[in-house]
């Protein structure tokens, strides 16, 4: 070390008074360009309230056999609900997806069948129940039924997969900030789904996005089980950070 390095103060050799917040806890919208983030920013440009809008649509709509609509039965809305999904479902004494409740009471609830994934209805309602939390702190609830789905998640997420033999961790903590294939990578945490995804030049889910992500490692795609614990583990390690839903990405 050259001996004038040691009489820098010891806060300027570690870079502190710059933007200092570590990579791998940013939310995917701070490295994205400003326009995008104008986008998202600005409800009469973001294209993704289009489908909280029908969202709401849904939530008062009647099902044809005569059940109560979503509103019959939770007239006081959904404010903070989505901050702490996926959450442990007492009735079904297992942790379950915001998606998965929703669909949850349109079979139980309303006597009606499942929505798919990437349906319409189930995008906008879960877009129109999120918005409700937006801006809110993201948290997971203290349950120590979660814990074992959580640590699952996290031993999937360090896990190596796929013909490029890649974790996600070694893209969204190790890599993060850097470049790959035109797009930056982002830390990788699902503050805002569903989102409006420019690529898809629609709504998709976060179950979709993570499909993107095992794609682009050549891995399978996660089951449904995988795929409830890596979005446990993701909004754990999110916790605190604002909710974003519905947000705009690349
Ligand atoms: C080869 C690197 C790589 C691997 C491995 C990878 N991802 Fe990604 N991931 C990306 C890139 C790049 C993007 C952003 C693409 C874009 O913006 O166009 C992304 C986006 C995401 C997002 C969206 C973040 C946001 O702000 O909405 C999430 C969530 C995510 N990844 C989770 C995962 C998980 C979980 C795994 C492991 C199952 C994984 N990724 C594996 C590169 C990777
Ligand atoms: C007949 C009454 C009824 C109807 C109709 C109904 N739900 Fe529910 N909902 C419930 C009950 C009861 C629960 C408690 C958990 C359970 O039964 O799964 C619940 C729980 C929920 C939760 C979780 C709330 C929380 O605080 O964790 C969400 C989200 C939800 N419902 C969304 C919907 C949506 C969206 C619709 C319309 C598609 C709907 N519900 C229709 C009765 C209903």
Same mark, same amino acid.
């Given at each position: 070390m050259r001996a004038w390095l040691l009489l820098l103060p #010891?806060? #300027? !050799? #570690? *870079?502190?008074? =710059? +933007? +200092?917040?570590p990579m791998a806890s940013? @939310? *995917?919208? +701070?490295?994205?360009?400003?326009? !995008?983030? &104008?986008?998202?920013? +600005?409800?009469a440009q973001n294209p993704a309230l289009l489908w909280s809008a029908n969202g709401a649509t849904h939530w008062k709509a009647e099902p044809p056999n005569g059940r109560? &609509? /979503?509103? $019959?039965?939770? &007239?006081?809305?959904?404010? $903070?609900?989505?901050? =702490?999904y996926p959450s442990f479902s007492e009735p079904l004494k297992r942790p379950v997806t915001l998606s998965q409740q929703i669909n949850r009471c349109r079979t139980e609830h309303q006597d009606q069948p499942a929505w798919t994934s990437e349906s319409e209805a189930l995008l906008a309602l879960s877009a129109y129940? $999120?918005?409700? @939390? =937006? $801006? #809110?702190?993201?948290?997971p609830p203290q349950d120590a039924r979660l814990d074992e789905w959580r640590q699952a998640g996290e031993a999937l997420y360090r896990q190596r997969m796929g013909q490029l033999? !890649? @974790? /996600?961790a070694q893209c969204h903590e190790a890599r993060a900030g850097q470049r790959l294939a035109g797009a930056t990578i982002p830390s990788g945490l699902a503050t805002g789904y569903p989102i409006y995804r420019l690529e898809w030049q629609g709504m998709g889910s976060l179950q979709r996005r993570l499909r993107n992500c095992t794609t682009g490692v050549r891995a399978a795609p996660l089951n449904e089980e995988a795929l409830t614990q890596v979005e446990l583990y993701l909004m754990q390690r999110a916790a605190g950070l604002r909710v974003e839903t519905p947000a705009v990405r690349p």
């Open positions: #010891l806060p #300027l !050799l #570690l *870079g502190a008074g =710059r +933007d +200092d917040t940013r @939310s *995917g919208f +701070d490295v994205m360009t400003p326009a !995008l983030q &104008a986008m998202q920013r +600005d409800d109560p &609509a /979503c509103v $019959g039965c939770h &007239a006081t809305g959904m404010a $903070g609900v989505a901050a =702490r129940i $999120g918005q409700q @939390s =937006r $801006g #809110l702190p993201i948290a033999n !890649l @974790s /996600c």
